[in-house]
């Protein structure tokens, strides 16, 4: 079930998007297109590269929750926040195995042909830092990044409505 975790925005808009996620495939496709979403209604167009590098940096963290930090029962949640300038982007992708921390490994095999592994070295060098806390409200860990999009040039938000009308109300998934 997707549940809303913040208030819709205030009448000088929106700097933060949170929400609940089922750990399924398609709840880690979802969280990816409502940050993509709401990167393009604060300024960032899809086809931008804030908006691509930070819809990528999410996948590859949701995937990770899904894949290593589900818990049965459990949702994933992700939490996007844009700096008071605009200028520096913060993802945050929490799930409740706190044991399971991620770490960023390299290949062992030179020209290895692996399907899977790279996700955090993906994160590594697209975000300007990130790394692993604890998670705040409850069991479990929170994987974060951020991005700084001011140093080139990027645009703040513009207080766009996110999620827009009616897409928090969208069918849980199976």
Same mark, same amino acid.
Do not use: Q
């Given at each position: ?10 009448? %000088?808009? &929106? ?6 996620? $089922?750990? /399924?495939?398609? #709840? @880690? ?37 899904v894949r290593h930090g589900r818990v049965p029962g459990r949702d994933f949640h992700v939490r996007l926040a844009a700096g008071a300038d605009g200028g520096r982007l913060r993802?945050?992708?929490?799930? %409740?195995? &706190? ?6 490994? $390299?290949? /062992?095999?030179? #020209? @290895? ?41 990027r645009t703040a938000p513009s207080g766009g409505r996110c999620p827009p009308e009616g897409l928090a109300d969208l069918p849980p998934s199976p």
């Amino acid at each position: 079930m997707h549940t809303p975790l913040s208030p819709p925005p205030g009448p %000088t808009g &929106a700097t933060e998007f949170a929400m609940a996620f $089922t750990s /399924t495939p398609r #709840g @880690a496709r979802l969280a990816r297109l409502f940050v993509s979403h709401c990167l393009d209604s604060w300024g960032h167009p899809y086809d931008g590269g804030v908006n691509e590098t930070l819809a990528l940096i999410t996948a590859e963290l949701c995937a990770n929750a899904v894949r290593h930090g589900r818990v049965p029962g459990r949702d994933f949640h992700v939490r996007l926040a844009a700096g008071a300038d605009g200028g520096r982007l913060r993802l945050e992708v929490s799930d %409740t195995r &706190a044991e399971r921390r991620p770490t960023v490994t $390299t290949p /062992t095999t030179p #020209g @290895a042909e692996s399907e899977s592994g790279y996700g955090l070295l993906l994160v590594a060098a697209l975000a300007d830092d990130w790394g692993v806390t604890d998670r705040r409200s409850g069991p479990g860990k929170t994987v974060w990044a951020v991005l700084n999009t001011a140093s080139s040039g990027r645009t703040a938000p513009s207080g766009g409505r996110c999620p827009p009308e009616g897409l928090a109300d969208l069918p849980p998934s199976p």
